[in-house]
């Protein structure tokens, strides 16, 4: 509301979220919207684990290692160490290698790993304690979605912009800039850093280059407020001002959007924790062919047909008619609505892999879903009608959009996902100990304890 007005009164939206971010406070942050940060945390850092094996990041790590520097900050899920800088690209790009991570249709896109590969890092790096390290990361999650809101959906849905890649740039520095405790022009002068470096293209989907985009914002958004707090300067009116970032990246530019409440006040409890490793998108048809097998019991071979209706704008995220590799795979939603259907577990990683995209039974199943994409419906939800060769028409309907509402029982889902997740990679005891400091983030003195927990071995 203070941001209104000041926005109001004349000063510059980019001013008027900058100071609102950098006023906040953790007394500010209700106990409810603290504990949807700390499950975002759990859930970054699971992800993170777990893709920290993936080949895009063994080349990142490679180019990065190579580059040398003073090692101040850990590589998530793998040995060394790298300068805070390259050890926030390649823990970036790990957090969305396997896009299991979370989603907030307020950007649209994926907030966590934004920004919590560059605010871990240089919080390692500074001594930071967990308190300062969660209320940055609330105040960076909050900026970013209403920027995303007031480009939309021209910026993410018309132009092909990836806005975690673009959006989450200004939520990186805006975190950073919190965590460094910067004033009010320079903290305004890394948004401005970070956004005209923010760039990403949704035509990238299905390639090593999607979760390139998680660690680009993060290092952008990372040195743009390292650079702002040594007298690097910028426009303090970067979102707003004649060829602004929303000028030449939305024809949907309406800047009163920034400041309209979300439910109960928070973008943070708008946040969807993804139960699929595959695109959003592709949870709701998911839902639904789960539905119709469990609820129906029927068998592959006596599917005729499968008629899937959703919002037109998935057409241009997650359409790939006939995936090759486990990453296209998470962005088929004839395949990943057909491994419903089969009843394969699309929350293992492994259900995503060459192999499967290329199993006849799922291919046949593939080859019978027709996709009616629509105008005028939320692009979360779903309706599926399978025929049966004897004639029988199933529906289900699904919306995948709407946050949970029993937030200790969705913390209990997380940590059995990060169970999964992460004791691959550090063992039971290890991962235990995880969920116990993470679960009292605020609380901690320093959060190096985490960072010396997520170290892995190569």
């Known amino acids: 509301m203070n941001a209104m007005i000041d926005a109001q009164a004349g000063k510059g939206l980019t001013q008027a979220l900058a100071d609102?971010?950098?006023?906040?406070?953790?007394?500010?942050?209700?106990?409810?919207?603290?504990?949807?940060?700390?499950?975002c945390v759990l859930d970054t850092i699971g992800c993170t684990l777990a893709g920290a094996s993936d080949p895009l990041v063994?080349?990142?790590?490679?180019?990065?290692?190579?580059?040398?520097?003073?090692?101040?900050?850990?590589?998530?899920?793998?040995?060394?160490?790298?300068?805070?800088?390259?050890?926030?690209?390649?823990?970036?790009?790990?957090?969305h290698a396997l896009d299991f991570d979370d989603v907030n249709l307020a950007m649209p896109g994926h907030p966590s790993v934004?920004?919590?590969?560059?605010?871990?890092?240089?919080?390692?790096?500074?001594?930071?304690?967990?308190?300062?390290?969660?209320?940055?990361?609330?105040?960076?999650?909050?900026?970013?979605?209403?920027?995303?809101?007031?480009?939309?959906?021209?910026?993410?849905?018309g132009l092909g912009f990836h806005a975690t890649a673009t959006v989450g740039s200004f939520g990186a520095a805006a975190a950073c800039a919190h965590l460094l405790g910067l004033g009010a022009e320079p903290f305004a002068m890394a948004l401005g850093i970070a956004g005209t470096q923010a760039a990403g293209l949704k035509s990238m989907f299905g390639t090593m280059c999607k979760p390139l985009h998680a660690g680009k914002a993060a290092y952008h958004g990372l040195m743009a407020a390292k650079l702002a707090g040594r007298g690097f300067t910028s426009r303090t009116d970067v979102v707003e001002c004649e060829q602004g970032f929303a000028r030449t990246h939305s024809p949907d530019f309406n800047p009163e959007r920034a400041f309209e409440a979300p439910p109960g006040g928070w973008w943070m409890t708008r946040n969807l924790f993804k139960y699929?490793?595959?695109c959003y998108m592709t949870h709701a048809a998911i839902e639904t062919a789960r539905a119709l097998r469990e609820q129906h019991r029927f068998a592959p071979e006596q599917v005729e047909r499968v008629d899937v209706r959703l919002e037109a704008a998935c057409d241009r995220i997650c359409n790939i008619p006939a995936p090759r590799t486990g990453l296209e795979a998470k962005f088929s939603l004839r395949l990943t609505t057909a491994m419903g259907l089969a009843g394969v577990d699309t929350s293992r990683l492994s259900s995503f892999s060459e192999a499967v995209a290329a199993d006849p039974v799922l291919v046949g199943l593939r080859d019978k879903v027709a996709l009616d994409f629509r105008a005028g419906i939320p692009n979360t939800f779903t309706e599926t009608e399978v025929t049966l060769r004897d004639g029988a028409r199933l529906r289900a309907q699904?919306?995948?959009?709407v946050p949970a509402t029993d937030v200790a029982q969705q913390g209990q889902g997380l940590a059995a996902k990060f169970v999964a997740l992460a004791d691959p990679v550090l063992g039971n005891a290890r991962g235990a100990r995880l969920i116990e400091m993470v679960g009292r983030l605020d609380t901690l003195p320093d959060v190096r304890g985490i960072m010396r927990l997520c170290a892995g071995r190569d």
């Open 20 to 39: 609102q971010a950098r006023a906040l406070r953790l007394a500010d942050i209700p106990e409810t919207v603290r504990t949807w940060a700390r499950q």
């Open 58 to 95: 063994t080349i990142l790590l490679a180019e990065m290692r190579e580059q040398g520097g003073v090692a101040a900050a850990t590589v998530i899920g793998r040995a060394g160490r790298l300068p805070v800088a390259s050890a926030t690209l390649v823990n970036g790009a790990a957090s």
């Open 114 to 157: 934004a920004i919590l590969p560059a605010l871990l890092a240089l919080a390692e790096e500074i001594g930071a304690s967990g308190a300062d390290v969660l209320t940055a990361f609330v105040a960076g999650y909050e900026l970013q979605c209403r920027i995303g809101r007031t480009i939309a959906p021209g910026h993410y849905d």
């Open 276 to 278: 699929h490793a595959s």
């Open 398 to 401: 699904h919306d995948s959009g």
